[in-house]
């Protein structure tokens, strides 16, 4: 069993910044593709961005290319999401998940951490 913990969502003013982060813990025996999505009450959960376990290879919405940037120091160390530039249109609860790769991410999932952008 894996477990992963976001942090870093609030509320911030449209153009504002914010950097979320997710650790994972438990049965980490293999190295994990890592991924954001995030999810508006109402709506499917859709894809943010993903990064390989290498962290070599980054895959991003075309909502987000250019402002989002996911990154990684090391196969098992945090992933961080930072969000430049933000909308009021990105507002919604962004979950963090693991995968053996990044095209079949969501193994697992974090609770999930609510980012509030104001107009």
């Known amino acids: 069993q894996v477990q992963l913990v976001e942090s870093g969502g609030g509320l911030v003013q449209a153009g504002g910044s914010l950097r979320l982060s997710c650790a994972a813990s438990?049965?980490?025996?293999?190295?994990?593709?890592m991924g954001w999505f995030r999810q508006v009450s109402g709506k499917e959960r859709e894809f943010v961005a993903g990064i390989t376990w290498s962290g070599d290879t980054t895959y991003y919405a075309d909502s987000v290319k250019g402002r989002f940037t996911v990154s990684r120091d090391n196969a098992k160390g945090p992933v961080w999401l930072q969000m430049n530039r933000l909308k009021p249109e990105d507002t919604a609860v962004y979950y963090c998940?693991?995968?053996?790769?990044?095209?079949?991410?969501?193994?697992?999932w974090g609770q999930g951490t609510q980012v509030t952008v104001s107009s």
């Open positions: 438990g049965r980490t025996f293999r190295p994990l593709a």
């Open positions: 998940t693991s995968g053996v790769g990044v095209n079949s991410l969501g193994d697992y």
